[in-house]
């Protein structure tokens, strides 16, 4: 979006209460909960920061997207799972300790692969003559507003956890509203080019969103990890954050409106999918014997 007081301010802010909810909700056990789930945070943040990568890169030259929606792609792509994640994995049945870690983890790790992928997926569709460089002094500028709200979050919880619990819920509305903002102010400010955009964008958001929640799922559990753990990568990985993508596509770092529509595009189209993606593994466990699961 281009840089006036009501982007520049509101995106910002959005973020921040976006990642001051994910922090209300994260220990440092979350981090140390590594070393319990190896296996299954391992293949989680490869198929996350490896695999997706990939199949958003095949399927915006499949497609043929213009290159500045191909880059708006790739950025949500590189982004991480969205705390949003969390909740639809419990209602799935999902390990929801496992999406807290994975959540917690990805979103350091991020402070690396996102400018790296994004930055290989601007030379790549937009040419080095271009690419919009990625000033390093604004990406700490973004992941400040990322980790600082939830290094605050945490230490809330911390020291106040019961204030916490009750204030994560509100902090969640909340944060659903500012996304629902932030959304409509993309879509807005494209509105002349919304359909064109739709129809560019549209359905490669679709097959995208998709083929996340596949990867999430089917690769876990062809290496055998067991079935609420593949439930709870699936949703990790087919449910990004978006506000953040947003928020780095607009001017408070690459002032490109283009590059927000697909994570806006993605946003509106996720919450359906993760719900039906939810039902069908449900269905799908509940007609099938029962089994031991594997230790990771």
Known sequence: MESNALTAVL???ALAIVMLGLGLTLVIEDFRRVVVYPKAVLVGLVCQTVLLPLVCFSIARGFGLAPELAVGLMLLAASPGGATANLFSHLAKGDVALNITLTAVNSV???LTLPLI???AMEAFMGAGQAIPMQ???VLQVFAIVLIPVGIGMAIRAKAPGFAERSAKAVRILSALVLFLVIAGAVLKEKANMADFFRQVGI?????NLASMAVGYFVPRLLRIEERQAIAIGMEIGIHNGTLAIAIAGPTLLNNSTMAIPPA?????MFFTAAAFGWVVNRRREGAPAQQPEAA
């Open 265 to 269: 595009i993605y946003s509106l189209i």
């Open 109 to 111: 790790l991020s402070l």
């Open 136 to 138: 390093p002094s604004k």
């Open 11 to 13: 995106l910002p802010i």
């Open 118 to 120: 994004v930055g290989l």
């Open 204 to 208: 490669p958001a679709l097959i995208f």
